[in-house]
């Protein structure tokens, strides 16, 4: 009887929860509640109806809020922090991971398609009251509103600046790579797609692809800071992950994939053909997914050879 008390206690948690982020979502959504003709506006079309999503938006808002919260909760539980310490790291590692680095793309992309001058801040703002609001609350709810004390003789990401240098330079070009891979070779290949981002036609071969966008070195530029941020949104998950490195990994993985992306399976007016949503949703978790195993396996803890980050103590159970 007694093992069952712990589930027991955290059902009514997880209901509470559940409505929680449901309330924040939809009041982060108002955000950018935006009547049809101004996106038509825009876009310059004479209507801008967009697709049906992957779901109805009922069940859309139900599975966008069970991935979420299937993230943030062991987030939370799993730190190693609490109290005001976890909420003020995990909020602003969030609102960094789930929206202003996606949102830098909707900038670069989008403003001169479907988001104006008045929509732009608003993508910025909609991601505070989830953020912001319902982590804080969820730590409360979920009983790690007391502080603690991180043990002095934590080694994880602990290393000498030199193999920070090296380390953070190969998970940036891992992700440069990961990015530019899915992109050509997934989403690239949606002419429908291509036709969206103002490139109609057949598809370029890879290599002159990249060719031709390496001229204009702004992408790239912006894909590299990207990366920078999301590893200072990861590093203090990492930091503070009390999991062993796989399960502290595949948590990553996931908070780097679905918070971001989830919201594609809805209809969407700012990028209203579900095709493109869809073809988004798959080269954007697969990339970020695996870019995540990757960050944890080689920023976890100090290395100290060749033979030791491959080793069989690379990534210790």
């Known amino acids: 009887m007694g093992s069952f008390q712990p589930v027991s206690n955290f059902i009514p948690r997880f209901v509470l929860l559940y409505f929680l982020f449901l309330i924040f979502y939809v009041m982060a959504s108002m955000f950018i509640s935006v009547p049809e003709t101004a996106v038509s506006g825009i876009t310059g079309a004479e209507t801008a109806v967009s697709e049906p999503g992957l779901v109805s938006p009922v069940a859309g808002l139900l599975i966008i809020a069970l991935v979420n919260l299937m993230i943030i909760i062991p987030l939370i539980q799993s730190s190693r922090w609490g109290g005001w310490k976890l909420a003020l790291i995990l909020a ?16 670069f ?53 030199r193999q920070w240098i090296w380390k953070l330079t190969t998970v940036v070009a891992a992700y440069l790579l990961l990015y530019w891979l899915a992109g050509y070779f997934i ?18 071969p890879f290599f002159k692809h990249t060719l031709n966008t390496i001229r204009d070195s702004r992408l790239f530029l912006l894909q590299i800071l990207r990366a920078l941020l999301y590893v200072l949104c990861m590093a203090p998950v990492i930091r503070g ?51 995540g195993l990757f960050m944890v396996w080689l920023l976890h803890r100090r290395h100290h050879s060749l033979a030791d980050l491959f080793g069989a103590r690379a990534f210790p159970a």
């Open 241 to 291: 992950s009390r999991l062993n490195p796989w399960r502290t990994a595949l948590l990553v993985g996931a908070y780097l994939s679905l918070p971001q992306n989830i919201a594609l399976i809805l209809e969407n007016p700012l990028m209203p053909n579900a095709a493109v949503r869809l073809t988004h949703l798959i080269e954007t978790v697969s990339s970020n997914f695996i870019w």
């Open 109 to 161: 992309f989008l403003t001169a398609n479907t988001v104006d001058a008045r929509m732009l801040p608003r993508l910025f703002l909609m991601g505070i009251p989830p953020a912001f609001f319902f982590i804080p609350l969820a730590i409360w709810v979920l009983g790690k509103n007391s502080s603690t004390v991180e043990p002095a003789s934590n080694p994880v990401m602990v290393m000498p600046l």
């Open 92 to 107: 602003l590692s969030y609102y960094g991971a789930a929206t202003f680095v996606v949102q830098l793309e909707s900038w």
């Open 187 to 204: 989403a690239w290949q949606n002419p429908v797609l291509r036709a969206f981002y103002g490139q109609p036609g057949p598809a370029l």
